[in-house]
């Protein structure tokens, strides 16, 4: 069973920055994206951003320009940069994985708080 730990959310003020990580238990190449997804409170589970095994990446709307997402695979983690943060960026924020044929996996979540 693939396990994806996840850490570096918390509280921060609007306009500061955080950077969330996410190690699968697993090696990184194994899955075809890696990327984060968010749900705040009251409405449904939204993608944010995904980076292929080749480095391709990918944005919502509403993060593209302040957020960036990497992968090392050295440290076999994958990484989201979040800056300019906003009220409406806060949420818990869920890694996930695909792997081929039809994989899927996700990381337990992790709070991040931006206050006004």
């Known amino acids: 069973q693939v396990h994806l730990v996840e850490s570096g959310g918390g509280l921060v003020q609007a306009g500061g920055s955080l950077r969330l990580s996410c190690a699968p238990s697993?090696?990184?190449?194994?899955?075809?994206?890696m990327g984060w997804y968010r749900q705040a409170p009251g409405k449904q589970r939204e993608w944010v951003a995904f980076v292929s095994v080749s480095g391709t990446t990918n944005y919502a709307d509403s993060v593209k320009g302040r957020f960036t997402i990497s992968r090392d695979n050295a440290k076999n983690t994958v990484s989201l940069q979040m800056n300019s943060l906003k009220p409406e960026d806060t949420a818990v924020y869920y890694c996930y994985a695909e792997a081929w044929p039809s994989e899927d996996h996700w990381g337990q979540g992790t709070q991040v708080t931006v206050s006004s």
């Open positions: 697993e090696s990184i190449f194994r899955f075809t994206i």
